[in-house]
């Protein structure tokens, strides 16, 4: 079961990213998905290299998620 909400709650956050990024995306269900889950581990790694705690919550998740999604932009250029 953790498994299957790992994904659920890394599309809902891949899908919060793609909202406040507007403009043209490559990739579909599956990217949004992988974006989301990877950008939780992205706002983690940023929290601890910020000294802010390690649990980010869904803010630093969409947060890294967006970062990861810039640089999913610009390599699909």
Do not use: E, Q
């Amino acid at each position: 079961m953790g498994i299957i909400w790992t994904i659920l709650i890394g599309f809902v956050i891949g899908i919060v990213a793609k909202f406040l990024m507007p403009g043209k995306d490559p990739g579909g269900f599956i990217i949004t998905t992988l974006l989301g889950i990877a950008g939780s581990f992205v706002g983690a790694f940023l929290a601890r290299a910020l000294n802010l705690g390690t649990s980010v919550g869904f803010i630093g998740s969409v947060i890294g998620a967006m970062v990861l999604l810039a640089i999913y932009r610009a390599m699909n250029r």
